[in-house]
């Protein structure tokens, strides 16, 4: 299931992976303010391959416009690719956080 292609009404998740100097400079927590003013839940962690993973689960237009912003020119850092996929919504988050 890609965004665009959910229904309007469901709840979806998107998982993105973002590749770039996202580590140590306050991406996560820029990407956690950004996905708190859309209304997603999830959360952003690094990894140990210095990406950065962005789970969050909403609408399909919502989630949508997170990636719009994770691939815009206002991130903290630097972001040279985000890849992601969009499945149907797990157990769901309490609120988006930093993992």
């Known amino acids: 299931m890609h965004g665009r292609e959910a229904h309007s009404g469901e709840p979806v998740r998107v998982t993105a992976w ?3 100097k996202v580590q140590q ?18 959360y952003a962690s690094n990894l140990g ?3 950065v993973q962005v ?13 719009a ?6 991130t903290p850092g630097s972001v ?3 890849t992601e ?8 988050y309490e609120g988006f956080e930093i993992r």
């Open 85 to 92: 996929i969009w499945t149907a919504v797990g157990s769901g």
């Open 80 to 82: 040279s690719g985000v």
């Open 49 to 51: 391959d210095g990406r």
């Open 25 to 42: 400079v306050g991406f996560r927590w820029w990407t956690r303010a950004r996905a708190l003013e859309i209304g997603l839940t999830g």
């Open 18 to 20: 973002v590749r770039g």
């Open 55 to 67: 789970v969050a689960e909403g609408l399909a237009l919502e989630c949508e416009q997170l990636l």
């Open 69 to 74: 912003l994770l691939r815009g020119p206002d």
